[in-house]
């Protein structure tokens, strides 16, 4: 699944809703705009269009396979540092390197991202709220941090989920 142009939204969004609705999976409310902007004033963030989309059209959280909840909106903890620019633009594998990691950049880890589930094992799909990449999703993992791909959104990202549940391989079209 590609990154989602805004023209192409609202059929994207109806698809989703679709899928959420065969599939028998609750959704918890939409927000309103209202609580939406507040949320973004107050950490001074503006949320990407596809992952802004789905909270005011189609639900807010729900409970992914085997059990794990996909965030309720507005996260309990993180939004201190939403607005800080997520600096990567490419994997980094921290077990990879000699010693211990750059402390400059596993501090920044914390920046301009946004959890969206944690499925165990020390792996989380995150949301890039700023920086290069801002609207795609990363894996976050006990070893490094990297794009799923081909690079997706956040609309993409969560359609592949809802076509292929567990079995998703987002990794699939990595390179070496």
Known sequence: MPIYKS???DEVLARVREKFVRQGIPLDPVLAEAEVRAFEEAWGVTLPEAYRRYLLEVGNGFEWENGYPFLVFPPEEGAERLSAPFPFEEA???EAEDGEPDPEKW??????NLELIDIGCGQTFNLIVTGSCRGEVWWFADVGIQPCCQRQDFLGWLEKWLDEGDDADYFAEYPD
Do not use: H, R, S
């Open 107 to 112: 501090e920044a880890l914390k920046d301009g």
């Open 7 to 9: 023209e192409e939204m």
């Open 92 to 94: 980094w594998v921290w």
